[in-house]
């Protein structure tokens, strides 16, 4: 650190002494010499990168169909009589109105492996996934037909390939787990269009997963610039080595304000075998709805400050339910690796492979610790829209003053959890369990946190009911049979 410190100050006093000279048109001193050196070898080592990686970069142009139902009816142009039909094809339906017309744009993307004469190419699923007709060009202009191999939505990858006798370079894949902020990386690619570009900048930030962003993958953050076309193009540590895919840019302008961002290379490098064996990438599903809760739900849910991820449901017969996890279990390792938020459990579980077993450490009841073993299966698309197989349906939260006051619950021995979030069609909505009810006791056994809920929902084996505090008065509701 003190040697990398002492080369960057090193750097600035040496640019301060070039420009001194120059502007000064004296000759050059020992002293100014030496400093010209030192940002030479800084040029000299950008050079080198920009040589190295500049032949794996290519240009991605796509064109894409996209159908257009117009609101007139008929032709579906009210003007087509004075102008013609251009492009446009209209369908063969009674009504019409419906015209096909094609796109284009482009993005970037790398070549990351060859096989034969068969080059592969990463960019993203948002620049090639939707695409009619993909082509790449390379940075000595030469251009191939590609096609798509296989394209993710979730992630936003995709790999396309083309074909030639010539030898082309390969570029490295580095190791992103050890990216760091501070690091000076190089985004290339064609920004607006401008094909083989290079930009330098720094690593901003590693690890961002806002929830603007999507869950499957975090981002590396850049300063480096970054703009449309750019899409899909290698970022790049400085021993040459890709360390991330650039992928999108947060920007009220639609233009870099030096906020970029890029999928670390390591959360891809599984996908490019999955697209060439099977076109897509199969998510492993563990088969519980996690959520990230704050320090006060910790502890009402008796595991203090502890880093983890909240199972509020489980799917019934998935995974994590035939391994015995059960709602209201605090995920805390995976594999023997901490969990540190919702949003990474998720990532680290979807990159386990179908049929493969993992290791869960989760506490239960707030102090009693199990390692569950659960074999993980794959994740079915609809599996979000599968309400019906959500066990219990609710989320129980904390009965706290904050709701006491909304729900006008003045009498302090009313003790229990206040039912929130709940999905239709599943076994809370045919219990009749609605928003606000505050649920007293289990199986008639009284609860006063939401600890003691879910300790008391776990041990219920084959039934189980709910006592309802409303109106001054409780009711029991009907019995669900597992």
């Not at 009674?94 to 492996?113: A, F, H, M, P």
């Not at 082509?135 to 191999?149: G, H, I, M, P, Y």
């Not at 492993?284 to 709805?289: A, D, K, P, R």
Request: charge should be neutral.
């Amino acid at each position: 650190m003190k040697k990398l410190s002492k080369m960057l100050i090193g750097a600035m006093i040496a640019l301060l002494l070039c420009g001194q000279a120059f502007s000064q048109g004296t000759a050059k001193t020992a002293e100014q010499k030496q400093a010209l050196s030192i940002v030479e070898a800084f040029q000299t080592t950008f050079r080198s990168i920009s040589d190295t990686l500049l032949p794996s970069v290519v240009e991605v142009d796509i064109t894409q169909t996209k159908t257009y139902t117009s609101p007139f009816g008929g032709s579906g142009n009210p003007f087509e009589w004075f102008f013609g039909n251009g492009n446009n094809k209209g369908d063969d339906s009674s009504s019409g109105n419906t015209r096909e017309y094609q796109t284009s744009g482009l993005g970037s993307g790398v070549i990351v492996r060859k096989t034969g004469n068969t080059y592969y190419v990463l960019t993203n699923n948002h620049v090639a996934g939707d695409a009619t007709k993909i082509s790449v060009k390379l940075n000595d202009e030469r251009t191939f037909e590609a096609k798509l191999v296989g394209s993710d939505e979730r992630i936003d990858i995709a790999l396309i390939s083309f074909e030639t006798k010539d030898i082309l370079p390969v570029a490295k894949l580095g190791d992103s787990d050890k990216v760091k902020s501070g690091d000076i990386c190089l985004a290339f690619g064609a920004p607006l269009g401008y094909s083989q570009s290079v930009t330098q900048g720094i690593v901003s930030a590693t690890g961002r997963s806002e929830s603007s962003m999507s869950s499957i993958s975090d981002y590396i953050q850049t300063d480096a610039a970054i703009n449309q076309g750019n899409s899909g193009g290698p970022l790049v540590n400085i021993y040459g080595e890709v360390i991330g895919i650039n992928t999108w840019i947060a920007s009220s302008s639609g233009g870099s304000v030096g906020l970029g961002f890029a999928i670390p290379i390591n959360n891809v490098k599984n996908a490019i075998d999955a697209f060439i064996k099977d076109g897509k990438i199969t998510y492993g599903w563990l088969g519980v709805s996690l959520l990230e809760v704050n320090d006060d739900y910790k502890k009402e849910l008796g595991v203090g400050k502890i880093n983890g991820a909240f199972a509020a449901e489980v799917f019934k017969d998935s995974p994590a339910y035939k391994a015995g996890i059960k709602p209201g279990d605090y995920i805390t390792e995976l594999n023997g690796k901490t969990v540190r938020s919702v949003n990474q459990l998720v990532r680290d579980v979807g990159y386990l492979e179908a049929g493969t077993t993992a290791k869960f450490k989760v506490l239960r009841g707030g102090n009693k610790t199990l390692e569950l073993i659960v074999k993980i299966e794959a994740r079915a698309k609809d599996v979000s829209s599968q309400n019906n197989k959500l066990w219990p349906g609710f989320i129980a939260t904390p009965l706290n003053e904050e709701s006491r006051k909304q729900l006008k619950i003045e009498n302090d021995k009313i003790k229990g959890v206040v039912v929130a979030s709940v999905e239709a069609k599943s076994p809370a909505a045919s219990l009749r369990l609605q928003e606000g009810d505050i649920i007293t006791a289990v199986n008639g056994k009284a609860i006063k946190n939401v600890a003691e809920f879910y300790q008391e929902l776990a041990n219920a084996t084959k039934s189980v009911n709910f006592d309802i505090y409303s109106n001054g008065g409780t009711v029991t509701t009907g019995t669900y049979k597992f």
